[in-house]
């Protein structure tokens, strides 16, 4: 969701940072994802919601296990070894469903009047 560019009410002004510090606390998740676990790399957009979810879940809880453990071990960063090989999942799934999904995805994701009301609802619920 985009911030609002020129917020001018008390509620707009709360909202955009609030949405700011998520969007920075969600970019820095999808980094340590990235880096760490190469979770975010291939094509995730066609994974299953649920699945993503959990993957992303375990992944964020196993990072922070290993900072916590890092903390009190003081020892350098963690790095895979060289022969582990990070291998794209391979997708069994029916083109046309596969393309009718992606595109429902895109339709709902570019939707101005949904994302407004989202946007609003949000803001009434900060």
């Avoid at 676990?37 to 699945?51: L, S």
């Avoid at 799934?93 to 407004?116: D, K, M, W």
Wanted: proline share 6%.
């Amino acid at each position: 969701m985009q911030t609002i560019m020129h917020p001018t009410t008390g509620k707009e002004k709360w909202f955009a940072q609030r949405l700011e510090a998520c969007r920075k606390d969600v970019e820095q998740a999808f980094r340590v994802l990235h880096i760490k676990w190469a979770t975010t790399q291939g094509p995730v957009c066609y994974w299953e919601k649920d699945d993503l979810r959990l993957i992303m879940k375990t992944c964020i809880i196993l990072y922070n296990m290993i900072i916590e453990d890092e903390r009190h071990a003081n020892i350098g960063r963690w790095t895979p070894p060289p022969e582990d090989a990070i291998s794209i999942p391979t997708l069994s799934r029916c083109p046309s469903v596969l393309a009718a999904h992606i595109f429902s995805r895109q339709f709902q994701i570019r939707n101005r009047e949904t994302n407004t009301q989202l946007r609003n609802d949000l803001m009434e619920n900060l």
